[in-house]
């Protein structure tokens, strides 16, 4: 066993438990009122939503390195890690549950679930002939963990999938080609990071070139698409859309999606799961086992952040 060489601030215990058996590190929980503690410290692994509170501790970290991450997503990050301080994502711990939850959105338009469900509370028996996932055409906007964790589901239901990057690769295709894809497509998945660049990406013009009756999926973020866009094409009747994310978030009351007709909302709990936590470590303990090793995470963020 190598000697220690790297003290890690982590949330709590179970960070502490995680990093246990992974060689040359020495976990401590994080006390944001011991400086000796944030001056000796090489990596931080910060608690879920805390990037506005931990800003300035950073600043008092002389010694940090690396910031770990527990989620996959890092748009609340950027900006706000010192220079010269790599940032390492949690990309594979949350891509199962969230496509789960995709499925369980899609399912509930295609086996017409909410209207079974109606009937069943007003005691009606209410036979009818439903859609099907089957030899369904599925665009995914995203091509990451999330996006391959997608296709391999929809394989298994016998649709077809089709994945979008930001530049074509064997089996992928380009986002240049989004608006000649999504007119061939009958559900439309965001999977997308936030970034500039994917800011209102799903605007009334990606919209209108989305076939009748078709489904858009955000399990993105909510700015990935203009709300009022989407809200005048649900009214129309003419697209249905699941959101579990929203712009703004939560929703205010009074907001027109509350009441948007062929629309299913969920408070932002895709990947809000049993286990999640048990999960998010098993990764984040690797990306911090290789870079004591001398090694950059394989989740290491690349370019500017």
């Known amino acids: 066993m190598r000697p220690v060489t790297l003290t890690v601030l982590v949330p709590d215990d179970h960070g502490v438990a995680a990093l246990s058996t992974v060689d040359g590190v020495r976990a401590l929980v994080l006390d944001t009122s011991d400086p000796a503690r944030l001056a000796e410290a ?14 300035h501790i950073m ?13 996959a997503g890092v ?12 940032l390492s994502n949690c990309r594979g711990a949350h891509g199962g549950s969230t496509a789960e939850w ?17 009937a069943q509370r007003a005691g009606e028996w209410d ?8 030899d369904k ?58 970034t500039d660049a994917t800011r ?15 489904i858009l999926v955000n399990a993105a973020r909510g700015p990935v698409v203009e709300t009022d866009a989407l809200v005048a094409e649900l009214n129309s009747g003419r697209l249905r859309a699941a959101l579990d994310v929203t712009d703004p978030e939560p929703l205010p009351p009074g907001h027109p999606l509350w009441t948007a007709p062929n629309l299913l909302l969920t408070p932002h709990v895709a990947g809000s799961v ?30 500017a952040y």
């Open 274 to 303: 049993t286990g999640r936590g048990e999960r998010a470590w098993a990764i984040a303990a690797r990306q911090i086992e290789q870079f004591a090793a001398g090694k950059d995470p394989d989740n290491v963020i690349r370019g």
């Open 75 to 86: 748009e609340a990050w950027i900006g706000h890690v010192p220079d010269g301080v790599q």
């Open 42 to 55: 090489e990596v931080l692994v910060p608690p879920f939503l805390s990037v506005g509170k931990l800003v």
């Open 127 to 134: 036979f009818h002939v439903t859609d099907t996932m089957q």
């Open 59 to 71: 600043e008092r970290m002389p010694r940090l390195r690396l910031v770990q991450l527990l989620t």
């Open 137 to 194: 055409r599925m665009l995914v906007v995203g091509a990451g963990d999330l996006g391959e964790q997608l296709r391999r589901r929809f394989d298994t239901f016998d649709a077809h999938t089709t994945l979008v990057a930001t530049r074509a690769r064997a089996g992928v295709h380009g986002v240049d080609e989004l608006p000649d894809l999504l007119g061939e497509h009958d559900a439309v998945i965001m999977v997308v990071p936030m």
């Open 102 to 118: 995709v499925f369980a959105a899609l399912l509930s338009f295609y086996r017409d679930l909410p209207a079974f469900d109606a």
């Open 200 to 214: 209102r990406m799903v605007d009334a013009e990606f919209l209108s070139r989305m076939r009748d009756g078709a």
